[in-house]
């Protein structure tokens, strides 16, 4: 299955975003959410969710970090948000897959940059729209905003080799969404 990075839009109450990692083929959806999340819990309790593709850095920002330890915060605006039959996205998303969940799990994972729990999501894409252009982690700033993600489920040393990753991600990069990255990483 191709994997894309994207923006998880679920709801329960409020309209949640998250950036996420997918694996979509032939109307099937997998993504793995790393805890503590808003989308896991939300996931368990309303099944519907949309996952979008983008090419704007900033609006991948401002789902993956901007939320990050704020329950109830909505990191995208009602203004920037649209519907489909009850389903929410990113106006200026590029694809829309709307989807419902199948089965949800819960496993442990370790690397080097530490140990987390992770939510397994499969799930079914009901429909899939829009075929514009989309970033993905090629682009050194997606690729930045992934590992940024965790700078604030770790600690210590792997904090630490994180936010060295995260620089070198960005080190050829200068416009605002990566002094925002920076700045995000260094506040941990």
């Known amino acids: 299955m191709p994997r894309y990075e994207g923006i998880l839009v679920t709801w329960n109450g409020h ?3 998250s950036a996420a990692g997918a694996l979509i083929e032939n109307g099937s959806i997998e993504l ?3 805890h503590p999340s808003d989308s896991s819990r939300y996931l368990k309790e309303n099944s519907e969710f949309t996952f979008s593709l983008v090419d704007d850095p900033a609006l991948f920002f401002k789902a993956a970090l901007t939320g990050v330890n704020k329950p109830g915060f909505q990191e995208i605006s009602e203004e920037a948000m649209d519907r489909y039959f009850g389903f929410f996205y990113p106006k200026k998303a590029s694809v829309i897959h709307l989807c419902k969940v199948k089965e949800i799990f819960e496993y442990k994972v370790e690397d080097k940059y530490g140990e ?8 079914n894409v009901i429909k899939k729209f829009g075929d514009g252009e989309f970033i993905q982690r ?7 905003l992934v590992y940024a993600t965790r700078v604030s489920l770790v600690e210590g040393e792997q904090r630490e080799k994180l936010k060295e990753k995260i620089y070198k991600c960005l080190e050829t990069q200068e416009d605002e969404t990566a002094k925002k990255i920076l700045n995000y990483i260094e506040g941990y």
């Open 138 to 144: 090629e682009n050194p700033l997606v690729d930045a």
């Open 32 to 34: 793995d959410i790393y």
């Open 116 to 123: 987390s729990v992770v939510s397994k999501i499969k799930g």
């Open 15 to 17: 309209v949640n975003t």
